[in-house]
């Protein structure tokens, strides 16, 4: 929504309205806020509006009080955004003096304070190939699994660790290149200022998304797949509504096929079912009071929680390296 924000200013080609700023601050906050790989994303955004929002006001003449006014108010939107749109960012580097705490943090070779090592995982043929690679051929599933199987997406893009798809795909390519030719087609057939903005907007999106870290997980950056529809359902609905109801309902039909439809209803196990095939009763039965269990069965482990179990005073810890269990007792 936010970079939707941005494309309605560039095409307007003219100082937003206070008002307007405003809800693009709230949606700015709100997605900086939630996620650190969106912070990037959003300080673009920002930045192409305040760019936009002073030269739209510097071709104005700033004699009426109204005009000036109008301006003041911008520039204070902006300021008061600020410190809100960064707040996370801004709190952990005062605190932790580290922007990303508690994820470790390079820049020039300095390492900022941390507790956890930068997260790093793709497929072993892709290990040392850079960024906008593994991001260009995971949206376009060059590695994933045929569709034919009906086993190429999960939630959690999980392919075990040995196959070329590891942690790729997931936007469905054919329907990603179908997008991309709209967009294109768009732009070259209409050559309009909206639709010619969408595709530099677009463009510069894709190159920041391929950039950041892990840019081939794409469920960390739903916002390009989203982006690249919204785009279309802008440009094309109004004239060919068949054609995009068509084109969603053939992606709609086929990623259900593919999927036997498990996300189309309540599939898979009720929680108390998932607790009973996932947990060892015996480690339950086993915890002395106060006791405290340490766990390598992810991303199960927090099913052992004594929460869900007989009320017992023992506490669980993930065993991530065998250092957490120095005052634990593990459980194998």
Known sequence: MLLLC??????????????????CAVLAAAAANTKFQLVPIVTIASSVLLVVSLRGAGRRTLTSVESRAATWKRLAIFGI???????TPIKNAAVHGNPVWPIELRVLGHSFPHVEDAYESSPPHLAGAPRPVRFLRSVLELDN???STQRRW??????????????????????VVANLLALGVAAWRRRTRES???????????????LVPQSHELRYYMHWMLLLVSFNL??????????????????????AWSTNGAYLYASGDTFEELVTRRVDPSTIEAAAPGERLCI?????????APVFHAKKDYAVQEAATPEDCREARQVQ
């Open 196 to 210: 010619k903005t969408a595709l530099a907007l677009f463009a510069g999106v894709t190159v920041a998304a391929s």
């Open 296 to 304: 390598a069965r992810p991303p199960f482990t927090f099913l052992y």
């Open 81 to 87: 955004a600020l410190p809100l749109v960064f707040a």
């Open 234 to 255: 802008v440009l094309w609905a109004r004239e060919a509504r068949w054609a995009v109801g068509l084109a969603a309902s053939a992606a709609l039909a086929v990623v």
């Open 145 to 147: 699994r045929p569709i």
């Open 6 to 23: 941005v494309h309605r200013t560039l095409v307007a080609g003219e100082a937003p309205s206070p008002r307007f700023l405003a809800g």
């Open 154 to 175: 999960s939630l959690d893009q999980w392919t075990p660790p040995d196959e070329p798809g590891y942690r790729m795909g997931g936007y469905f390519g054919a329907f």
